[in-house]
């Protein structure tokens, strides 16, 4: 069964900051690993989407990377804005029949300006 | 991309009773997906609906609990039924364009 963890669950820093999101999966057999952002009363954002046979995404300030064989990615933020607060979710899409993405809890970003 | 609606975007509801829950996609997609995010949980798949054929639930969710329609490629609704406050969650509909997921806004749903 594929679990997904998010490490931190949550962090705080300054603005203009470069920062890192980590996620890991359990099972190298994914098809795709995509990041979402979650605001508050909100539905998800999709940011970035890698996929299997791909190393890395980048859209802006933001770059996400992906080593299956180790089971992890990580997401950097460049420069980080109060804007980018929110919560960082990870999704891995799981090989078979019900093409579904399994989720990591999350890790709630707080810019402070 | 696809651009999704959900209605109510939240909803208070009493135990024992039912809420429907309505999402439409800008475009045609061959699947929609319901999933729940517990309150501090991750975001969890109920089942898959396919336009013609009955939803696909995924273990622990049942189509008693959770039915769902499909009448068309661009709609969908989810059910509730005989709620308990365990119920009080985040729904959101999901659609895949190519190989990128994306959602719609949720409802937020609280039993009391």
């Known amino acids: 069964k594929q679990e997904v963890t998010q490490i931190p669950a949550a962090l705080s820093v300054p603005e203009g900051e470069n920062l890192v999101l980590n996620c890991s999966f359990t099972?190298?057999?994914?098809?795709?690993l995509q990041w979402f952002r979650q605001d508050p009363g909100k539905g998800l954002t999709s940011l970035l989407l890698?996929?299997?046979?791909?190393r890395e995404q980048t859209s802006g300030r933001l770059n996400a990377s992906l080593d299956k064989s180790s089971g992890r990615s990580t997401l950097y933020i460049a420069a980080s804005q109060p804007g980018d607060s929110a919560t960082y979710l990870c999704?891995?899409?799981?090989?078979?029949?019900?093409?579904?993405?399994?989720f990591g809890k999350g890790t709630k970003l707080t810019v402070n300006p | 991309s696809a651009v999704i609606s959900q209605k109510p975007s939240r909803d208070i509801c009493q135990r024992g009773t039912s809420l429907t829950i309505q999402c439409q996609v800008d475009?045609?997609?061959?699947?929609m997906f319901w999933y729940r995010q517990q309150p501090g949980q991750s975001l969890t798949l109920i089942a898959t609906?396919?336009?013609?054929?009955?939803?696909?639930?995924e273990s622990g969710f049942v189509i008693d609990k959770f039915p769902i329609s499909r009448p068309n490629l661009t709609f969908s609704t989810l059910t509730v039924s005989n709620m308990s406050p365990e119920d009080s969650s985040i729904y959101l509909c999901?659609?895949?364009?190519?190989?990128?997921?994306?959602f719609g806004q949720g409802t937020r749903l609280t039993v009391v």
């Open positions: 999901s659609v895949r364009t190519g190989v990128e997921a994306f």
């Open positions: 609906a396919n336009q013609g054929s009955e939803a696909t639930y």
């Open positions: 475009s045609q997609v061959t699947m």
């Open positions: 890698i996929q299997s046979s791909q």
């Open positions: 999704a891995v899409g799981v090989k078979g029949g019900s093409e579904k993405l399994v």
């Open positions: 099972d190298s057999a994914i098809y795709n």
